[in-house]
């Protein structure tokens, strides 16, 4: 089983920056495919980034070019760089992982997943 720990989060003013990270806890990891997904309040959870094991990435498309996904197969970690953020952007922001094939886009495609951080966004 995989376990997953989301950090990184906080509160930032409109425009800036944060950087989240996920630490899987099982080396075998590299193998998934992971991704991030988020939630705002009243609102579904919703597709954000997705990264197969071997490096490629996929966006959901109000994000792309702002966020950029990426894994360290050594630390057994995946970052989510989020730059020009925006108030929409404001959810609990949760890392999952799957099987590597398949759809990434799709949450009832993972399987693990982690408890969440909050990204706070203010205008």
């Known amino acids: 089983q995989v376990q997953l720990v989301e950090s990184g989060g906080g509160l930032v003013q409109a425009g800036g920056s944060l950087r989240l990270a996920c630490t899987a806890s099982?080396?075998?990891?590299?193998?998934?495919?992971m991704g991030w997904f988020r939630q705002a309040p009243g609102k579904e959870r919703e597709f954000v980034a997705g990264?197969?094991?071997?490096?490629?990435?996929y966006y959901a498309d109000s994000v792309k070019d702002r966020f950029t996904i990426s894994r360290d197969n050594a630390k057994n970690t995946v970052d989510l760089q989020m730059n020009s953020l925006k108030p929409e952007d404001t959810a609990v922001y949760y890392c999952?992982?799957?099987?590597?094939?398949?759809?990434?886009?799709?949450?009832?495609?993972?399987?693990?997943w982690g408890q969440g951080t909050q990204v706070t966004v203010s205008s």
């Open positions: 999952a992982a799957k099987e590597d094939s398949g759809n990434y886009y799709y949450d009832r495609a993972y399987r693990y």
């Open positions: 099982k080396r075998t990891y590299s193998s998934n495919g």
């Open positions: 990264i197969n094991s071997n490096g490629r990435t």
